[in-house]
């Protein structure tokens, strides 16, 4: 592990924060194969994106990350990472045609980049869970305050809640699913494998397994998360990337997705917060 320290040029920590970021997209988007994602090889599920799609509104948000990780090192609200971020997704749609292609992770991973801000102003550690407690420290009440979970209640049909309040709900609970479970299977599947491919393949799977990922639930359903949370499982439970046949059962998937037209897109960008923060605490350069 590694305790990265601001510097006295505030704007050297930020720009480092927005690299990794980007480059933490990056690494989810040319990872093969995925099921239902979009990749350099196909489109997945996806009939309005594919990888230049993706790789064009990444590159609009390199200057957003910078801004956030300022912003968090600044002591920043709420309101202004939102603001942000809104402009982000200004810039993001201007520059697909209006696809949304990263809307999840501009919100995961504007805030994780300001918890970094924040904590390198303080010349705090990134080990640990620290990334994620101080999203919820800082900005978990106010985050929970702008959505409307008073009206859904946890006995509506879930299908029926839209997929920001899932991605709040993880930002409010500190990202728990990156933290105590993404990080942990990613970190060991690359001690275990030296396979940096293997051990973000095997995270996938893990995520896609244990999340209610509501980008299924709005695609496929109840039945749709189901189909893909059972599928994962098995594929972990006959040893993941450490079996012998693992691409080939990961290809499968991937093909029964598309036909089925699902896509793990929650699980996805959880797999970035978890490349970023693996970044952050030196398990990968």
């Not at 990056?26 to 790789?55: C, I, Q, W």
Request: charged letters at 15%.
């Amino acid at each position: 592990m590694i305790a990265l320290q601001a510097s006295t040029d505030a704007q050297i920590p930020s720009a480092f924060i927005a690299r990794t970021a980007v480059r933490a997209l990056f690494k989810e988007l040319v990872l093969y194969p995925k099921p239902g994602l979009v990749s350099r090889v196909d489109s997945g599920a996806h009939a309005d994106m594919n990888a230049a799609t993706l790789m064009s509104s990444l590159f609009t948000l390199r200057h957003y990350f910078r801004g956030c990780a300022s912003a968090g090192a600044s002591g920043a609200a709420f309101p202004t990472l939102q603001r942000l971020g809104l402009a982000a997704e200004r810039r993001m749609m201007r520059a697909t045609g209006d696809v949304n292609t990263h809307r999840g992770a501009i919100f995961c991973l504007g805030l994780l980049a300001a918890a970094a801000g924040s904590l390198m102003q303080e010349r705090g550690s990134f080990a640990g869970q620290a990334l994620g407690q101080r999203v919820a420290h800082c900005w978990g009440d106010a985050i929970a305050r702008t959505t409307p979970l008073s009206r859904l209640p946890e006995a509506a049909p879930i299908e029926r809640r839209p997929a920001i309040v899932g991605a709040r709900r993880q930002a409010i609970g500190g990202y728990h699913s990156v933290f105590s479970l993404a990080l942990p299977v990613f970190t060991e599947t690359l001690a275990r494998s030296g396979s940096e491919e293997a051990a973000l393949i095997q995270t996938l799977f893990t995520l896609m397994a244990t999340l209610d990922d509501t980008n299924l639930l709005r695609r496929g359903g109840k039945i749709g998360l189901a189909f893909v949370q059972s599928e994962a499982w098995q594929f972990l439970a006959v040893g993941g990337v450490f079996a012998s046949e693992w691409r080939a059962r990961a290809i499968a998937l991937h093909h029964a997705c598309i036909a089925r037209r699902l896509s793990p897109g929650g699980s996805a960008d959880l797999l970035a917060g978890a490349w970023f923060v693996a970044a952050l605490q030196g398990h990968v350069t």
